[in-house]
Nanobody, 126 residues
Framework: QVHLRESGGGSVQTGGSLRLSCAFS????????MAWFRQVPGKGRQGVAG???????TYAESVKGRFTLSKDWATNTLFLQMDNLSPEDTAVYYC????????????????????WGQGAQVTVSS
């Protein structure tokens, strides 16, 4: 069983920065695809950034050049550095893990992620 817990959400003004962290525990002997998603009320979850288990990373077009995903396998932590934030980035951000074993290409297909964190609110004011 895998557990995910996000931290680092908060409120900033337009142009500001935030860093989200996702600590995962449980089956940490294997490396998996992991990703960040976000959701606003009344809309489905949107993939933001994802990493494969061998280092490749993919980003949604809307965040390219502004968000940076990184991971630290030694501490079992996934990060999302968010710079130059705008009000359109306001959402609840979720960390997710794809429990498929073996080689995993980075992806933002939410239906393939088995484990989810509880979410962290990010609010950007104009």
């Amino acid at each position: 069983q895998v557990h995910l817990r996000e931290s680092g959400g908060g409120s900033v003004q337009t142009g500001g920065s935030l860093r989200l962290s996702c600590a995962f525990s449980g089956d940490t002997d294997s490396r998996y695809c992991m990703a960040w998603f976000r959701q606003v009320p009344g809309k489905g979850r949107q993939g933001v950034a994802g990493t494969g288990n061998y280092g490749r990373i993919t980003y949604a077009e809307s965040v390219k050049g502004r968000f940076t995903l990184s991971k630290d396998w030694a501490t079992n932590t996934l990060f999302l550095q968010m710079d130059n934030l705008s009000p359109e980035d306001t959402a609840v951000y979720y960390c997710a893990l794809d429990g498929t074993r073996g080689y995993c290409e980075p992806h933002l297909d939410g239906s393939r992620y088995n484990y989810w964190g509880q979410g962290a609110q990010v609010t950007v004011s104009s």
